[in-house]
């Protein structure tokens, strides 16, 4: 990835395996193929997902897939340690010691069958992480060719400046949507935009389709009528309004189903009107915007 993600939508992983849907390996190839054929090739992984297992599912269903290698992106992350039936460790906990991250990228590459990541993250900023011990071995990973870019996932703007001493951020993959707007007045989006950092969204549905509760009606009301205007579905205005940030802001979607993941390509086309977007923040928030 060289300026920015080749897809806008990126398709998260963590709902393939043991942690979600179970895909069988054929069920899991013809997604990936699926995700291809509408233009999303960006994928999202984590060490942690399925207990350790959704990635070599993943490698196995690329690997029997026609895909080629240069065609498609493949994102991980490593550093939460989480007590699983591969990995029993005591407590979880969090290792950005450089032998855990060599191991942790080595054992990605291995599990997805591919000579490279395209972007590695820290998944969690850990209290222990020190930036003289963790800058080394990237560089050395990045020198290898085993990682073409680093990033961070969850990372306050403090805590990238941190990081930034002993090695160069280009993605922070955080929690931002439009019922979780923390990032868009805490610094954290202003910062990534001045420094130039990619932005990933997880979960960018928030808690919209989840929770039943007076913020999902006001914003409910709100993008009731503004379907009718933009001739589009809830979900993708939802997208629509994240697309618009000038950080560009690249959403992971972590469903299985193919409608919508086709309905979240269809969202990028969607120009929202700078007063419908303030709308649908204020629905957000409950009170004018100050």
């Known amino acids: 990835m060289n300026k920015e993600l080749a897809s806008n939508i990126i398709s998260g992983t963590m709902t393939w395996g043991k942690w979600g849907i179970g895909l069988s390996t054929h069920k899991m190839q013809e ?14 992984h984590a060490d942690i997902y399925g207990g350790y297992t959704t990635e070599s599912e993943f490698g196995k ?20 340690q989480y007590p699983s039936d591969l990995r029993p460790v005591k407590v979880k906990h ?26 590695f993250l820290l998944h969690r900023p850990s209290p222990l992480m020190n930036p003289d011990e963790i800058g080394p071995v990237i560089s050395d990973l990045v020198n290898e060719g085993k990682i073409l870019e680093f990033g961070v996932s969850n990372f306050t ?24 707007t923390d990032s868009f007045s805490n610094g954290t989006l202003d910062y990534c935009q001045l420094k130039k950092i990619n ?14 509760d007076k913020k ?43 409608e919508r993941l086709l309905s ?14 303030f709308e649908i923040l204020e629905a957000s928030w409950g009170e004018r915007i100050p």
């Open 31 to 44: 997604l990936i193929e699926y995700n291809l054929e509408i233009g999303i090739n960006s994928f999202d």
């Open 61 to 80: 269903a690329l690997q029997l897939s026609s895909i080629q290698r240069e065609n498609i992106k493949l994102i991980s992350k490593c550093g939460i």
């Open 94 to 119: 969090y290792d950005y010691s450089a032998k855990h991250i060599r191991y942790s990228v080595e054992n990605t590459l291995r599990n997805l069958k591919t000579e490279y990541i395209d972007v």
């Open 157 to 180: 703007k403090h805590q990238i400046e941190l990081l930034s001493v002993s090695t160069n951020i280009k993605h922070n993959q955080i929690e931002c949507s439009l019922t979780h």
């Open 199 to 212: 932005v990933m969204a997880w979960s960018p549905l928030g808690s919209y389709f989840k929770v039943l």
């Open 216 to 258: 999902r009606a006001r914003i409910n009301s709100v993008l009731e009528n503004l379907s009718q205007k933009y001739s589009c579905n809830e979900d993708q205005l939802i997208l629509a309004w994240l697309f618009k940030h000038p950080s560009g802001i690249n959403p992971v979607v972590g469903t299985t189903k193919k």
């Open 264 to 277: 979240s390509v269809k969202a990028k086309f969607i120009n929202l009107e700078t007063t419908d977007w």
